[in-house]
């Protein structure tokens, strides 16, 4: 784990970007233990999702292990179990180095790998050495200039088909729930056959399952016919090196709460996802996003600030109920173990201040779909557990029929 022994140094006045030194805090002080003698698989749950409000501070460290002891009714185990939540920062680890890490912690031991990820100063910068960058980051408005200016020149026209598919979002007309509140966090695991049809993949498979259990809960809750079903899924983009370690893309898609055939709506979403896939591929906005790579720290703070301010003040269109995140990651567990036993299921969780937040763990033998809710938001994580876990029948008879 040594890539991961970091932390983040900023430049005073922040007028440069921030950079990566090694973190010498002893692991004693970075894993905390947990008496949960008296805990149960649900309560660990809940104690994990107040966890994921608090974002780590990368300035002191950027990741963090909680171990529960004695926690009983956890999946898999016939008595009390030893549960493990990592808490990492996402400035520094990403899915595509989930199935490295996997190894690394469970399997054969080799060093974690993150592509992207530049290596750790051994020591903070010297006070001259960041005066000088200090002095340097203005200057390099110039060049950023240039780039831009050629970028808009010589950009290649969108590919066939890439074109982004309009939506409308109509505003609900019944009161919404009140959002924040605590996480809260659940899981279901679904054999992988459940979710895959013949011509269909298992993140289609999961995104429909989602957009029926989705569509069930917020119908029982408001009463109402609830058809405007929205997920921003995150799609890889790997050959993304301007993008540093999160090579990621996100795309708005419309789940098509308005069709009732399941297989038909999982077509729907299937064309979409294409479609979102090739917007993001397109080499124009691939030119686009490396100038924006590049952009001057002065600037991007200041544009960051605009953005936060504008997020704050705008009023959602949409019933949070009915709007999550969703990202997909496939890791093989074949060959890791713990303690001797062999590892059977794995899960990742997202944070974030959403409503609410899927993310799937697939393997060859099962799927996990881990939600995040705000208590204020699904008023009973539960029940939503519930209806993900019928929904996912559904979809695969569906699916295989």
Known sequence: ????????????????????????????????????????????????????????????????????????????????????????????????????????????????????????????LSPLSALARSVAAPFKLVPF?????????????????????AQTYQAPTYDLPPGGGDRTLRFIEIPTNQLRGSSTTVTVGALTAVSKAMQTFAERESGEPMTQVLSNV?????????????????????????????????????????????????PARAAADVVQGRVPFLLYRMASAIGRKRTLAAVRPYDERLYTALTSLVVSPAGCAVAGAPMTMLSVYQGGSMGLTHST?????????????????????DQYAADLQAAAVEVGKALNS
């Open 361 to 381: 763990c697939g393997s060859k033998e099962s799927v996990t779909i881990a939600t995040v809710a705000q208590r204020g938001v699904i008023s009973d994580i």
């Open 234 to 282: 995150v799609v890889a983009v790997p050959d993304a090196d301007h993008m540093g370690v999160n090579r990621l893309g996100y795309s708005m898609l419309n789940l098509r709460g308005d069709l009732e055939d399941l297989k038909a709506r999982s077509a729907e979403i299937a064309a979409s996802l294409a479609t979102a896939r090739d917007r993001i591929a397109d």
């Open 145 to 165: 200039s240039v780039r831009l200016a050629k970028t808009k020149r010589t950009a290649p026209p969108a590919t066939a088909g890439a074109a982004e598919v």
């Open 1 to 124: 784990l040594a890539a991961m022994r970091r932390r983040i140094v900023e430049l005073p006045g922040h007028v440069d970007r921030p950079y990566w030194v090694t973190d010498a805090t002893p692991l004693s002080e970075l894993v905390t233990h947990i008496d949960a003698e008296s805990m149960d698989w649900t309560t660990c749950m809940d104690t994990v999702g107040k966890m994921l409000a608090a974002p780590l501070d990368s300035r002191k460290t950027a990741w963090k292990l909680y171990v529960f002891h004695g926690v009983t009714g956890c999946p898999h185990t016939a008595g009390p179990a030893t549960f493990v939540a990592g808490h990492i920062s996402h400035t520094m680890m990403t899915g595509s180095a989930f199935p490295s890490m996997t190894k690394a912690l469970f399997a054969d031991g080799e060093e974690v790998l993150v592509d992207g990820l530049p290596e750790a100063r051994s020591k903070a």
